[in-house]
């Protein structure tokens, strides 16, 4: 059978950072073994979902580049893939279990379970459905009155399944209640929507988070009921807070740690440097730190994946986004350009392709985002260039003028500002100790830039001259 596997997330808010390290795994392991990417919205919570939540997992997932081969806004066989427009499916499935005596219909009230409930906690025990309709038949169903559809979960013996991740997991039947299927108005509860849709769209393993475990025996056992051979299993260890924490929004922003996929598109991250990060979240190739897409795609299996929880490291998350950005490896010159413009012009700037490339060259080494590029470069095309007062202060002062002065001379006779020029013109004649302050924030108006050399080659001549100019004039001013 060839492989198909799912991701299936709810549009009741952003793409989170998580859910996109389950997304990824899944992509990797479909494009590994020339399976099928189903993408599937489970929308079936209507109170909390949105078109613009929707939007952002479908904006973020092709951000990230992780296409599907059937889901919305592409089509397939086993459609629609948004859960609202499936109910008539869960109605059917669910028929047929009470027919067969698998599931019935409960009548009990939410009055009723509320006191029942009431009545657990008095007694400091866990509550358990008790079984209130199981044994009622047909004859007993009330007319016109609302109710659900519970599964019929076995009273004794175990279920178990073999974890791709975490091997054999095995649940006494007696800890499993008899579950809601379906509410009263249509709508499947996650396990039942989930194992119907995997059914109905032929998925062969499901990989999710550690958390999703608790849910996993229900689901084998709906799989049994239904006729169906259950898919395989992987579940993977958790993202968590630097403190150890589930990592929700509020955990996360303790930390400055984003957990929308769109905050990291918003803070200039690489797609590949994002999915680099994730990648190693719960899965190793050796001591590989960083990867290609198509090396990713190549060596993904879950024999890699680990059973320990990991913590977020945001400072590791933009180191390895800055080792991805800078390596023409990962990320081409071309590629690096594209993804910085849009955070030059967000600045106001709008410099051609070829002169926005020298420039980015100057500073990508040190850019860890392209946000943090689309800064460095922002005196090569601002004027007139800002510059910091603090360092015009320390640096500009009126000894700095003759040593401007003697520079812009220097620079004045040559034909080209290539560095190799200017190392082979400068370095023998200038102390650049003594000249490097003043003549940094004469040209870049900061007391901090890469080399002086690769800012004067991308500058350009007449732009040296003029900033030069000006600082000689600041300088001689006092």
């Known amino acids: 059978m060839s492989v198909r596997v799912r991701f299936a997330p709810s549009p009741t808010g952003y793409l989170h950072i998580g859910g996109a390290r389950t997304a990824l795994f899944n992509w990797l392991y479909a494009r590994r073994h020339g399976g099928v990417f189903v993408l599937r919205v489970e929308d079936t919570d209507q109170a909390r979902s949105t078109e613009e939540s929707y939007r952002a997992i479908i904006d973020s997932m092709r951000w990230l580049g992780l296409d599907w081969d059937e889901g919305p806004e592409v089509g397939g066989p086993h459609g ?29 009230t939410k009055d009723e379970l509320d006191a029942l409930r009431r009545d657990a906690e008095r007694q400091k025990k866990q509550f358990f459905y008790p079984h209130l309709w199981r044994d009622k038949t047909s004859k007993d169903w009330i007319a016109g009155a609302p109710y659900v559809i519970r599964f019929k979960s076995p009273l004794s013996g175990e279920t178990s399944f073999d974890d791709e991740v975490f091997g054999r997991i095995t649940t006494p039947n007696d800890h499993l209640q008899d579950f809601v299927l379906l509410r009263s108005d249509g ?17 062969t393993l499901v990989a999710r988070g550690r958390d999703h ?48 996929v769109t905050a990291y598109r918003d803070r200039g991250f690489s797609p590949d ?42 400072k590791k998350c933009l180191a390895i986004n800055h080792k991805i950005s800078k390596d023409e490896r990962t990320t081409s010159r071309h590629e690096y350009a594209r993804r910085a413009r849009p955070f030059v012009e967000a600045r106001g700037l709008a410099p051609d392709d070829a002169h926005l490339g020298r420039a980015l060259d100057v500073v990508r080494e040190r850019a860890r985002t392209f946000v943090e590029a689309a800064d460095a470069v922002d005196y090569f095309f601002r004027e007139p260039v800002a510059r910091d007062p603090v360092a015009v202060k320390s ?30 013109a400068l370095d023998a004649t200038f102390d650049w100790k003594q000249a490097g302050p003043a003549a940094r924030v004469a040209l870049t108006g900061r007391a901090a830039s890469p080399g002086l050399h690769e800012v004067m080659s991308a500058l350009g001549k007449a732009t040296v001259l003029a900033r030069l100019d000006e600082a000689i004039a600041i300088a001689s001013a006092g």
């Open 395 to 424: 640096a500009l002062v009126p000894a700095a003028a003759p040593v401007l002065a003697r520079l812009r001379a220097e620079v004045a006779k040559l034909d080209a500002l290539d560095p190799e020029t200017l190392h082979a």
């Open 80 to 108: 629609p893939y948004t859960q609202m427009e499936r109910l008539a499916s869960y109605a059917q499935a669910a028929d047929r279990l009470v027919d067969e005596g698998k599931a019935y219909r409960c009548y009990a």
């Open 273 to 314: 440097g994002l999915l680099n990060y994730l990648v190693r979240f719960g899965w190793s190739h050796g001591d590989q730190e960083t990867f290609t897409r198509r090396e990713m795609i190549d060596l993904f299996d879950f024999s890699g994946a680990s059973r320990a929880d990991g913590k977020f490291d945001m």
């Open 187 to 203: 709508v499947p509860l996650y396990n039942f929507g989930a194992v119907v849709d995997d059914v109905t769209m032929k998925i």
């Open 213 to 260: 475990v608790v849910n996993t025996p229900q689901q084998v056992l709906l799989y049994e009921a239904l006729g169906a051979p259950a898919p395989r299993f992987a579940h993977l260890p958790m993202m968590l807070a630097p403190d150890g924490k589930k990592l929700s929004k509020r955990e996360a922003e303790r930390y400055d740690i984003p957990v929308s």
